[in-house]
């Protein structure tokens, strides 16, 4: 599916918003099964070039893999343009990890605060999410990259895999609680 042509076309048109926001970031190709993420303590891009085009296929409506690529792209290019708070994040961060791997993971969704701590994090990827999409936002009505309801369709896409995962979690922890509040009644 994913030749040698259609690989470098990819890369171009990542390349080719990069140079056109004069943003020039190193791109790194990977396999995570993450469509694209920008690592803030290296400050590059990384592609999963088999998994965007996954991506842009389960969208609801069709989108041309160059637009949904280029929209992406200036959704990362978003989260450069934060760099600052992410890597002002990274303790907090580090901490979260650390206390999930020290427990067991069934505990992560049987323990409330454990819970309400990855609630929290959650809560702050949703924001650096949120802020990166307003920078793109920003990038895309000066570049006149993707039309508004395209640049929207596509955001709201990509948001929802933050903010589904999210408000599972936060029904869960309610459940948790009001079950905590009852055996304490």
């Known amino acids: 599916m994913t030749d040698g042509r259609n690989r ?3 890369k171009g ?5 990069m140079d056109l926001t004069d943003n020039k970031l190193e791109l790194a190709e990977h396999s995570k099964g993450i469509n694209m993420s920008y690592n803030f303590i290296h400050d590059r891009i990384g592609v999963d070039i088999a998994r965007i085009q996954e991506a842009r296929k389960e969208l609801a409506s069709p989108v041309s893999v ?3 690529i280029e929209v992406m792209t200036l959704h990362e290019l978003g989260h450069a343009a934060d760099r600052e708070a992410l890597l002002e994040s990274m303790p907090w961060t ?3 990890y650390n206390l999930k791997k020290s427990v067991p993971e069934d505990s992560h969704y049987s323990d409330p605060e454990l819970l309400k701590i990855i609630l929290d994090e959650q809560l702050m990827n949703i924001e650096f999410e949120k802020t990166a999409w307003r920078h793109a936002e920003t990038m895309n009505n000066l570049h006149q990259i ?3 309801k395209t640049f929207d369709f596509i955001r709201e896409h990509s948001m929802a895999s933050y903010e589904e995962p999210y408000k599972q979690n936060l029904r869960l922890y309610e459940r948790l609680i009001a079950d905590v509040v009852e055996m304490t009644a």
Do not use: F, L, Q, R
Request: proline letters at 0%; aromatic letters at 18%.
């Open 8 to 10: 470098n076309k990819i």
């Open 13 to 17: 048109w990542i390349y080719s918003i």
């Open 66 to 68: 160059k637009t949904y």
């Open 94 to 96: 580090i901490e979260v």
């Open 146 to 148: 993707a039309d508004e």
